[in-house]
């Protein structure tokens, strides 16, 4: 259970950094008519180190099987995430 | 950046493509069949009405075991191993070993199914284990199982072919790498939409992309199971003990201790199970008691792995005593890096060291990699439209495609439908065999690709939502009544699943399609540089 948990936490958090790094990509971006840099700076550096910290931080703490599961996991979310087909914008608009 | 120049990047293209084109095709049926054994399980439980799903190690079997020891020759004393199939079927299986001619030396002696609820003696087969007939029971899975791992041709020839497309799937993993010049940059790129080929480009790199470190980890270790017991084996036998494969096993798993054949009875089984599972803190998954009733009687039981760990582990209990002997490694006497290693190789490919939520997530990996393998081939064929030859090839992808899907629907049909009377082994095989040719008609006679994707996407929608139904209907499966007044939580997610997967074929069968989204918003569709 306590595995399942660190799981589904460390899950959370790296979906969420790379959900913000797929809204930064600057090819995607221009794909989605929007502007390559939002309102506030992008830190995708600072992304990329806080969803891959659980790969650092689950070994560490000894649960082998939940950084497993993880590191299968973000692989198919991060797939998913940036499989999303862009909205045409000139179309949706109209 | 790049990692080899324009004469390297072809030569690496040829290969990832024709590597890929060759047998491409094999290889997706391989990683979808793995794609669905990864819950074999499962489908076992479900298949089989699910009736033993309790662990027969962790209830008192030492007085049922006993009495069966008695019923054997005393020579298929020499080894008793005591394991559950998928199905729940429990097997106890007394042998001895002896040289089979054309062979070599083979385990034969006395196999007892068990029902997993009361203990008795459900079928006795005696004779070379290789011979032994399947349980019905578990027909389905195991159908599944061996044409993940053999693609139900003869021994050592289908591990051959298997082993062979692991290397495959590798060599493309390793290309593709290589090829991709902005690997990490375009991991979030977006498909683009200004052009079919662009998109389905796209969509290739980015699920290659993604999926590429464990496209190297089932690649790697499907062809290392496939070689390691078929070639790897005789090789290391023949190199280091000059053929001597007996020699080679005893070194490897240690030389026995001194023989010693004066009777004594067996120690409280049941005693020693509970004491394992105190020590290692998962339930037991397979016992084996060698020189049964003598003094030098050992027990061996295999654990599962404990909550957090990825590997299991075996644990020697002196079986005359009962006193705990140690651990002992997976691989050879001692511990080693050599063992460590092994012991994740399982587990990697399985994906089964976390329960279901592992197991879920290694489906989704290997359905992501069946995703890879068939867009690269319509990339490769839609390039080369041209010519005759690749627009055979280009319509043998959906034919194959969806017909592995609809051929394992053909094998659950076949399997219920002959469970309570013929045989399942054979239905479950003539079924597959049904459906996939009952898709290689459909993709002959449809000419328009549309279509026939439509047809196939409903067929097997409709194939998914009725199963659940001729689960009960025809092989006389638990219904949901009974189930809820069980511990049936399993076949009635089993169900569920059916119903959503079913449910979104019929979607897509009845969805806009994707050339359609294309033609008809091409135009106003952003346009993005190829690199």
């Known amino acids: 259970m306590t595995s399942l948990l660190y799981f589904l936490a460390a899950l959370a958090v790296s979906a969420a950094a790379l959900w913000y790094l797929q809204r930064i990509d600057p090819k995607r971006a221009r794909v989605f008519n929007r502007g390559a840099q939002g309102e506030t700076p992008s830190r995708p550096r600072l992304a990329w180190g806080v969803g891959l910290a659980p790969g650092l931080i689950l070994p560490a703490l000894g649960e082998l099987s939940a950084f497993l599961t993880w590191l299968g996991a973000i692989t198919v979310v991060g797939w998913l995430i940036a499989l999303k087909r862009p909205r045409d914008r000139s179309s949706s608009s109209a | 950046m790049s990692l080899a120049n324009k004469a390297q990047s072809k030569r690496l293209l040829a290969v990832h493509g024709w590597s890929a084109v060759a047998l491409g095709l094999f290889l997706y049926v391989v990683v979808l069949t793995g794609s ?41 004393r020499e080894e008793l191993s005591v394991y559950q199939n998928a199905a729940g079927s429990v097997f106890a ?10 062979a ?33 029971q578990s027909a389905l899975d195991r159908f599944i199982v061996g044409l993940h791992v053999r693609l139900h041709a003869p021994n050592p020839w289908g591990l051959f072919a298997t082993g062979v497309l692991g290397f495959v799937m590798l060599a493309a993993a390793i290309s593709g790498i290589i090829l991709h010049k902005h690997l990490l940059k375009d991991l979030f790129v977006a498909p683009r939409i200004s052009s ?32 390691a017991g078929s070639v790897g084996l005789p090789i290391v036998a023949m ?16 030389t026995p201790e001194t023989a010693d054949e004066r009777p004594s009875p067996v120690a409280n089984l049941d005693a020693i199970l509970s004491e394992s599972r ?54 050879g006497a001692k511990p080693s890096l050599g063992n460590a ?36 081939l319509q990339l490769w064929t839609q390039r080369r439209n041209e010519s005759a030859t690749w627009r055979a090839l280009s319509r043998a992808i959906p034919i194959v495609g969806y017909g592995a899907p609809i051929g394992l629907l053909g094998a659950s049909v076949g399997f219920f439908a002959s469970f309570r009377g013929a045989d399942p ?27 026939l994707s439509r047809l196939y996407q409903g067929a097997t929608g409709f194939g998914l939502l009725a199963l659940p139904f001729l689960r009960t209907l025809l092989s006389g499966g638990p219904g949901w009544t009974e189930l809820l007044n069980t511990d049936g939580a399993l076949i009635m997610a089993m169900d569920l699943l059916m119903v959503f997967a079913g449910l979104a074929a019929v979607s897509m069968a009845s969805g806009v399609r994707l050339e359609k989204l294309a033609a008809g918003r091409g135009s106003k569709a952003v346009v993005q540089p190829a690199e």
Request: with cysteine; hydrophobic share 45%.
């Open chain 2, 104 to 136: 070599g030396l083979q385990d034969k002696g006395v196999r007892f199914v068990l029902d997993p609820e009361t203990l008795a003696v459900v079928q006795r087969d005696e004779g070379f284990r290789s011979d032994m007939p399947i349980d019905r």
């Open chain 2, 239 to 254: 190199s280091a003990f000059g053929g001597d494969q007996e020699k080679m096993v005893e070194f490897v798993l240690g």
């Open chain 2, 36 to 76: 669905v054994a990864v819950l074999a399980h499962e489908i076992g439980q479900w298949s089989g009405g699910g009736k033993g799903h309790a662990n027969v190690l962790d209830r008192p079997i030492h007085d049922r075991l006993t009495e069966l020891a008695e019923d054997v020759d005393p020579a298929y």
């Open chain 2, 196 to 227: 079919l080929l662009l998109n389905r480009r796209d969509r290739h790199i980015l699920a290659g992309s993604w999926s590429l470190p464990f496209s190297f980890i089932l690649a790697f270790t499907g062809a290392f199971f496939s070689f």
């Open chain 2, 278 to 331: 105190a020590r290692v803190g998962s339930s037991p998954t397979f016992m084996t008691v060698s020189h049964w009733g003598r003094a030098d009687a050992k027990l061996t039981v295999f654990h599962g792995p404990a909550e957090g760990d990825i590997e299991g582990s075996n644990h020697v209990f002196n079986a005359a005593t009962g006193a705990y002997e140690g651990g002992k490694p997976l691989l």
């Open chain 2, 425 to 451: 082994t054979d239905w479950t095989a003539a079924g597959f065999l049904i459906g996939s040719a009952l898709s290689i008609v459909a993709g002959l006679a449809v000419k328009d690709r549309e279509t």
């Open chain 2, 93 to 102: 299986f007394f042998h001895g070993h002896e040289k089979k001619e054309g």
């Open chain 2, 341 to 376: 290693v092994f012991a994740w190789v399982g587990p990697l490919h399985f994906g089964n060291f976390a329960g279901l939520m592992s197991k879920a997530i290694w489906v989704a990996l290997g359905l992501a990699t069946c995703y890879v393998t068939l867009t690269g």
